[in-house]
Structure formats: structure tokens, C-alpha cells
């Protein structure tokens, strides 16, 4: 089989397609013909190796696994004390640190994060959904449990997490700010948010106080952004820096504004697994949409990270491992 492979820590110039060979299931695993992955800044992070505590998950001298945590794709073989799933299931989901996403097959466990793909979604869609959402709505229904009335301001809103959370403020009914570029307002607009900010006038309008503050890529500081929330409002990221993680214990023990984040990723895969099966009713529902941005091949994996390294791109960005991602699974 086909498998992406990063020869040494830095530059996409470093991504290699390796021949290996396919993987074997154990007994409580599932064995996936994966269809299409997504390609994400925390890919990115890893490839580089940059911050080192990457390098907990991926190898401290040179990264040793393969790629991609979100996929989607079709159960080829099952362990035998796998009861659940069965050949011929196509589902989407995340092997969480497992990785192993960006190849032609990868190996999960039975518990792992992973739902059947809803009808009439492509596969590039739901691996799409099982990255923006899945990061989304924890941040967004748990961390600031947005609801009615509610004043909430994005960075990032049009990227890969942006365009889930954008879609889960206007479910929930609270309003959305997004600092954006002039070339973004219609897309976002389209996607529910109600105000746009031309961030190149600063994090937000003046004289605004928000309840949330939701810099996905972590782009400004906490210092940043604290006038312009209200009196018990948050400042949330998706991008742990030092800086936030200081603002996170020292904000706690005071009054005023507080610096929020949340690991993600490294939930319980039975909660994640409950939340694909959430935000896939809410995709049948017709309630929210899936979003992906640029389609790259499998032997275009460089091209790809160069790609999400612009922060240009609008929604995921889709690895098409088999020429398969924008079809429907039958």
C-alpha cells in the first residue's frame, strides 16, 4: 500500500509515498480502506516537529507514523472479538494519537472515534466533518456553552475548524463577529455569520464587549483581546502557546475575563464518538453543511501541507487517497 512518511523533521520537502505493508487488524481493531483524510494545521505542527512537545506523540529524533487522524473510508476486515462493526460499513471518524490516516489503509481500534458517513455525503465531506466539527463543538456547546443572546467573536472562521464553529454559533442562536479578509465576507456570510471585522483594523470593533473570544489559531494574545470582552467573558484557542497556557492559571484565580482551551483531541473516544453521531443528525437534518476546501491527491501530500500552511484555504483541506473522496458511498 501507498503511505505518507516524513523523512525528517521540517519542511514539506521532507514528505516522502512509501510503499509498506498493509497492516493486519489484532483482535479488538478494524482495518479501513481509507478514502479520504484531512490534511491540518496540527499536521503540520507534527511534520515540522515544532512545538518539540510534538514530538511526545511522533518520535523525538525523526517522526516515526504515518500522518492523519480524520479519515473516512470503508471497514475491510474486522478482529475477532469485534462485535460491532462488519465489512463493507463505510464510516469517518478519528484514530486520535493512533495517526495513521494518510494511507491506503490504516488500522483503528474497535473503540476508536468512528460513525457510519451519512447519506448523500461524500467521503471528502465526512472526513471533513469528523475534523472541523469534531474540533468545533466541544469548544463551542461546551467550553462556552453558547445559547440565546449570546455575543460571540471569531478569528479564523474560515478555516477548517472556522467553518463548523461559524455553523454551530447560528444553530445554538447566539451572534457571530468574524475578523476576516474582505475576500471571506460573502463565504462567511453564507454560512451564518451575522457581522464581519476587517482584521487588518484590529482584533475587533470598538467599544464591542463579547462573551466569547474564539481565536482559533491562536493569533492574538490574551492581553490582546481582553478589552474587548465583557466583565465574565472568555478568550478560548485552539492552538495551546505558552502565553495562553500562563493566562490559563493565572486568569482562573482572578475576577474579569478568563483564558480557556481544551485538548480536543484527546477525549474519550467514547464522547467523540457520540459527538460524530451528533453533528452527522445535524448534517441529515439539513441543520448544518460540510465544507472542504482544495482536493489533493495522495502523491500531492507536499503540495498539500504547503497549501494549509498559507492559511488561505476555506474549510478542510481533503487528501483524496484513492481517487475516490467526492463520490458518495453507495
Request: charged content about 25%.
Amino acid at each position: 500500500m501507498r503511505a505518507v512518511r516524513v523523512a525528517a523533521y521540517g519542511g514539506p520537502e521532507n514528505i516522502r509515498i512509501k510503499e509498506e505493508t498493509e497492516p493486519v487488524p489484532q483482535e479488538n481493531e478494524l482495518l479501513i480502506r481509507v478514502e479520504a483524510a484531512v490534511v491540518t494545521p496540527p499536521d503540520c505542527a507534527f511534520r515540522a516537529g515544532k512545538p518539540a512537545a510534538v514530538r511526545i506523540f511522533t518520535g523525538v529524533k525523526r517522526p516515526k507514523r504515518v500522518p492523519g487522524d480524520t479519515f473516512a473510508g470503508v471497514i475491510v476486515k474486522t478482529g475477532d472479538r469485534v462485535k460491532e462493526w462488519r465489512s463493507g460499513m463505510h464510516v469517518f471518524g478519528s484514530s486520535s494519537t493512533q495517526f495513521g490516516a494518510h494511507a491506503e489503509y490504516m488500522v483503528i481500534r474497535a473503540d476508536s472515534a468512528c460513525a457510519f458517513i451519512p447519506d448523500d455525503m461524500s467521503y471528502a465531506e465526512a472526513a471533513s466533518l469528523s475534523y472541523g466539527g469534531l474540533t468545533a463543538l466541544p469548544f463551542i456547546r461546551d467550553q462556552a456553552q453558547v445559547s440565546s443572546g449570546k455575543k460571540i467573536w471569531m478569528n479564523g472562521a474560515a478555516g477548517g475548524v472556522g467553518v463548523y464553529a461559524v455553523q454551530l454559533v447560528h444553530l445554538f442562536g447566539a451572534e457571530v463577529t468574524a475578523s476576516a479578509a474582505g475576500r471571506n465576507s460573502v463565504f462567511l456570510q453564507n454560512l451564518g455569520v451575522d457581522n464581519i471585522h476587517d482584521y487588518s483594523c484590529g482584533p475587533a470593533p470598538e467599544g464591542m464587549a463579547y462573551d466569547i473570544m474564539f481565536d482559533i489559531p491562536g493569533t492574538y494574545s490574551f492581553s490582546e483581546v481582553r478589552p474587548f470582552l465583557a466583565k465574565q467573558g472568555r478568550y478560548m484557542t485552539a492552538d495551546l502557546k505558552l502565553n495562553v497556557l500562563y493566562r490559563m492559571l493565572t486568569s482562573r484565580f482572578r475576577t474579569g475575563p478568563k483564558a480557556v482551551f481544551a485538548a480536543t483531541g484527546l477525549r474519550k473516544p467514547a464522547d467523540v464518538q457520540q459527538d460524530l453521531r451528533y453533528l452527522a443528525e445535524l448534517v441529515r437534518e439539513k441543520r448544518i453543511r460540510p465544507v472542504t476546501d482544495r482536493i489533493f491527491a495522495l502523491s500531492e501530500a507536499a503540495e498539500a501541507h504547503r497549501y494549509v500552511e498559507t492559511e488561505k484555504r476555506r474549510g478542510p483541506v481533503i487528501l483524496d487517497v484513492r481517487g475516490n473522496a467526492a463520490l458518495t458511498p453507495a
